[in-house]
Antibody, heavy 122, light 110 residues
């Protein structure tokens, strides 16, 4: 079955760049779907960060757009998140997830990774 | 930005009883609404998309309704594994743009 697995440093210093990777197994990213990042600060709700298509087309939350870069590596069947100039407010569990595309008629996130906790800490 | 407001924040229900959770959008999202269930330490799990379509493997006791700005998630005959936090999410824009989630409703055992 399709599985997503996030990986990356659990601690990041303020002003530095947070970098995470989501490895996809059981499905080829190049075959379709969109792939997204969502985060959840401790004890709080969910925030969409952005999504990417296998072609490299990206879509970002306007509130984070100036600091976010999402990229895809189809040869490794993975996609990545970079969030620059982090502060304590970026401390959260970061999830990657799959998102059906336009032809499906619906675009909720149907498969999620287990999430990875990232703490911004000096 | 479309603001999603869920009510109540916490709902206390006895096992075997039913539960109704509400989600309101600040502007119409048509039927572009999803519901997720999240248990402690776990990722959200998609329950409902298109406001009323159950995702693969979701039991029939979960049902969604509504369109426009008012939505409801109904869980009939609550099982012990249903006690969790539930989130609604609008995905009204395509290509992806400014998707937003509600703040969540905690469904707890009475």
């Amino acid at each position: 079955q399709v599985q997503l697995q996030e990986s990356g440093p659990g601690l990041v210093k303020p002003s530095e760049t947070l970098s995470l990777t989501c490895a996809v197994s059981g499905y080829s990213i190049s075959s379709g779907f969109y792939w997204g990042w969502i985060r959840q600060p401790p004890g709080n709700g969910l925030e969409w960060i952005g999504s990417i298509y296998h072609s490299g087309s990206t879509y970002y939350n306007p509130s984070l757009k100036s600091r976010v870069t999402i990229s895809v590596d189809t040869s490794k069947n993975q996609f990545s998140l970079n969030l620059s100039s982090v502060t304590a407010a970026d401390t959260a569990v970061y999830y990657c997830a799959r998102q059906p595309g336009y032809s499906s008629g619906w675009h909720a996130f149907d498969i999620w990774g287990q999430g990875t906790m990232v703490t911004v800490f000096s | 930005e479309i603001v999603m407001t869920q009510s109540p924040a916490t709902l206390s229900v006895s096992p075997g009883e039913g539960a109704t959770l509400s989600c309101r959008a600040s502007q119409s999202v048509s039927s572009n609404l999803a519901w997720y269930q999240q248990k402690p330490g776990q990722a959200p799990r998609l329950l409902i998309y298109g406001a009323s379509t159950r995702a693969t493997g979701i039991p029939a006791r979960f049902s969604g309704s509504g369109s426009g700005t008012e939505f409801t998630l109904t869980i009939s005959s609550l099982q012990s594994e249903d006690f969790a936090v539930y989130y609604c999410q609008q995905y009204n824009n395509w290509p992806p743009s400014m998707y937003t989630f509600g703040q969540g409703t905690k469904l707890e055992i009475k």
